[in-house]
């Protein structure tokens, strides 16, 4: 990795309140970048300010708060920010008919919405300044659908049209777009899902009940529940390439499942690739 766009410079995190962009930013702080971290909860952003991380609030579901957001971290930047990594987003499960609209609204507004706000105030001020990276954090569930993760895997579907559209773009601006695709991670991931669920979707009277069951236990489970599961630091790793390489990977395929669906999906039938999808869920209970 040569000509390396090399710290101290100036990169923006979103959700580093734990998982991904927690270990993200403390990393790269660690390596010599100027982070600015950001965290939706208040009392996030003050324990990461106890750590010794520059971090500032941003709910990516709030027009008002992207904004301000942004504004802030250019103050911190001295007006120069080199580079943007999208990682906040969350998980709503459930089944797609019992996802109502104004729940599917709810999951879009954080990871489509206000992340896509934000990156288009970071390609106008990355396009002035001459130089930027800008890499989403997707998912294998961007490319490959698996049930009662309808929300979820549609608003990662959006995130990739839209970093696939902003490169073809943005092929003659000094701007670099990269889509990182984790497969399991080790995170509070699933402990935020279950929260989510029972908030949005959770219902007795639902014809996926039995399945229902099944998928409560999971993600109410400590610790890992899936193979091949890793810890934060391989989203890292793809993530330092994307920064510093001269030509960044249009995708980094993160874990041994998102390699293998991504080989499947290229080269199995629709059907038979849905089978096996349904069979890596569980028939729907996973």
């Not at 504004?71 to 906040?88: C, P, R, T, V, Y």
């Not at 130089?131 to 549609?154: C, D, K, P, Q, T």
């Not at 390699?259 to 028939?283: E, N, S």
């Amino acid at each position: 990795m040569s000509d390396k766009i090399l710290p101290p410079k100036t990169l923006l995190i979103t959700g580093c309140s734990s998982g991904i962009g927690y270990h993200a930013a403390h990393a790269l702080k660690n390596l010599g970048y100027k982070v600015i971290a950001s965290c939706r909860k208040p009392e996030d952003v003050t324990r990461l300010q106890q750590e010794g991380l520059l971090c500032i609030q941003c709910d990516l579901a709030d027009t008002d708060s992207v904004n301000q957001a942004w504004s802030q971290a250019l103050d911190i930047a001295k007006g120069e920010i080199s580079g943007l990594f999208n990682n906040g987003a969350f998980g709503l499960p459930g089944a797609v008919e019992d996802v109502s609209r104004q729940a599917l609204e709810h999951q879009f507004a954080t990871n489509v919405f206000g992340t896509q706000q934000l990156t288009n105030l970071a390609i106008k001020h990355m396009r002035t300044q001459g130089h930027g990276r800008i890499i989403y954090n997707s998912s294998v569930l961007g490319f490959a659908a698996m049930a009662y993760r309808g929300a979820y895997n549609s608003s990662k579907y959006a995130i990739e049209g839209l970093a696939d559209t902003l490169r073809i773009e943005l092929a003659h601006d000094p701007i670099q777009i990269s889509l990182i695709e984790p497969g399991p991670i080790l995170s509070r991931f699933r402990e935020n899902a279950h929260r989510e669920y029972l908030e949005w979707v959770k219902n007795d009277q639902s014809a996926h009940q039995a399945n229902y069951q099944a998928m409560e236990t999971r993600l109410a489970q400590k610790g890992t529940c899936a193979p091949f599961t890793l810890g934060p630091e391989a989203v890292t790793h793809a993530l330092i390439h994307a920064l510093q390489a001269k030509k960044p990977k249009a995708r980094y395929r993160v874990t041994l499942p998102t390699q293998l669906f991504a080989l499947l999906k290229r080269f199995l039938p629709t059907k038979t690739l849905d089978w096996v999808l349904l069979k890596a869920g569980g028939d729907g209970r996973r």
